[in-house]
């Protein structure tokens, strides 16, 4: 449950800052690809291209690689397993040092969250930080992917993929069958029924669907930052018609655990067989992937008898 309530935090909305044209006459330094420095995005100014970028976020970890910029990263945190190639390191982004991420020599670092003040401590160094808070909406992620592709001189890279996103997932949203009532949800972030509400990215997304979400009613007004933890009675009562498991890697849950629960086989989910196992990177990330997990909603919607 902590690794999802650390990359769960409150998104911050970045502004984008723009990055004007000109000519070496205007002392404006200009990329082989076309990209003029200085750059100034989500509050990050480069005054060149970066060539020695270190993620200590996974999210991001996929938005660089996704954009073209994968040769431009020389290390990644121990958590960043996608893509296969991305170098991984043994730098944390749950305890983040300093001097371990200086001694790798970054012209910019990348974070989901400042734990250990870590941006500031970095901004002593003179390293420059960007700050990608975990996402509250798609137009966060898309907004993290533009601020990327401008620091990295991937600009157009990052404006073709966003392109990509909306329109796949506008097409897989459209798909979904017409029904004359909205199906009831529970997604499970860890084996003690830690849940994620409509208020959070995960919930946005459902909410695409038209799905109501069980879990909205224990956390009414967000003192539970959107993640709240359900009792089996609160969830039983709740009685979901769908049930999406996004522990299956980190607790090995998979539908045959859930239905072994006591009590759970009065619920519809588990009674109709509607219990969906998600791949935990996939559904905790906000990057590339949630093409991904808006495909498995959506097919899991489809299975479900109008």
């Known amino acids: 449950m902590r690794r999802m309530l650390t990359a769960a935090v409150a998104a911050t909305a970045l502004l984008l800052g723009g990055c004007g044209g000109g000519s070496d006459e205007a002392g404006v330094a200009a990329t082989p690809s076309g990209a003029a420095y200085p750059v100034t995005a989500g509050g990050v100014t480069l005054e060149k291209r970066p060539e020695r970028i270190v993620s200590l976020a996974p999210t991001a970890t996929e938005m660089l690689f996704a954009i073209g910029a994968g040769p431009q990263v020389t290390a990644v945190d121990d958590q960043s397993n996608y893509p296969a190639d991305a170098p991984k390191s043994e730098l ?26 870590i941006v500031d401590q970095l901004g002593k160094l003179k390293i420059p930080v960007l700050l990608t808070p ?19 001189a991937h600009g157009d890279e990052a404006t073709a993929l966003n392109q990509r996103m909306r329109t796949q997932i506008d097409k897989i949203v459209k798909s979904a069958p017409a029904r004359s009532g909205a199906l009831s949800y ?38 539970k930052s959107g993640y ?48 969906v196992a998600l791949d935990d990177d996939i559904a905790s990330r906000w990057g590339p992937r949630v093409v991904d997990l808006v495909q498995s909603v959506a097919d899991a919607v489809a299975k479900v008898p109008a």
């Open 134 to 152: 975990a996402a509250k909406t798609l137009d966060d992620s898309y907004r993290q992917i533009d601020q990327l592709g401008a620091l990295t």
């Open 186 to 223: 529970y997604y499970e972030l860890d084996p003690t029924l830690y849940s994620a509400t409509s208020s959070t990215f995960i919930g946005s997304i459902f909410s695409m669907f038209g799905l109501k979400n069980v879990a909205d009613p224990a956390d009414p007004d967000g003192a």
């Open 92 to 117: 944390s982004s749950f305890k983040p040092n300093a001097e371990a991420i200086a001694a790798k020599n970054p012209d910019l670092v990348v974070v989901s969250d400042d734990l250990n003040k």
């Open 228 to 275: 709240p933890q359900l009792s089996p009675e609160a969830l039983i009562k709740g009685n979901p018609d769908l049930i999406f498991l996004a522990d299956t890697n980190c607790c090995k849950q998979s539908p045959a655990t859930v239905k072994a629960r006591t009590g759970w086989s009065a619920i519809t989910a588990v009674r109709k067989d509607q219990i």
